[in-house]
C-alpha cells in the first residue's frame, strides 16, 4: 500500500517542483514591451509569492503607449497534483484559468479559457525562459494575439 500512495504523489512532486522552480527564477520586478496588433503596451511585471508561499502571485501594471488606456492584472500560479495552474483576472473585466503540464526545456505551455462579459473562448500562452534575466509571453486568446518581451 506504501508503494501505490508514493506511486500517486510522484505527479505532485514534479508539478510542485515546476512552481517552485518557476517562482525561484520569477521573482522580483520585470519591466516589459508587448505588441498586440497595432497596440503597444509598456508595463511591470512583478512576481512574488504569497498566502504562506503556496501561491505565485504575478502583478501587471501598464499603459498602452499611446493614449491612456491603464491596463491592469492579477495572475496567481499555483498546482493541481499533477499540473501548474493558473488564473487571472484584469480591470477590463477578464478572466480565465490554464493548466500546463510543466517545464519543457525552458518553456511553459498554458491551455485554457478566457470569458470577458458573455465572450468565451480558449487561450494559450507561452513563457519562455531567456536566460535569468529575460522572458517572452506569447499570447493568443480567440483572435487576440500579443507577443510581450520582459527584462530585470
Known sequence: MLLVASLAAAPALGAEKDL???????????????????????FSLAFA?????????ARLDGRARKGKERVRSLNVYGWDGDKL????????GARGTATSPGWDGDRLVFTGTVDIDRFHTTSTTTLVRRGKRELALSARTGGFAAETTCKK
Open 20 to 42: 517552485a522552480d518557476l517562482g525561484r527564477w520569477a521573482a522580483g520586478t520585470w519591466r516589459c514591451q508587448a505588441r498586440a496588433g497595432d497596440a503597444a503596451y509598456t
Open 49 to 57: 509569492w504569497d498566502l504562506d508561499k503556496k501561491w505565485l502571485v
Open 85 to 92: 495552474t493558473s488564473t487571472f483576472v484584469n480591470n477590463q
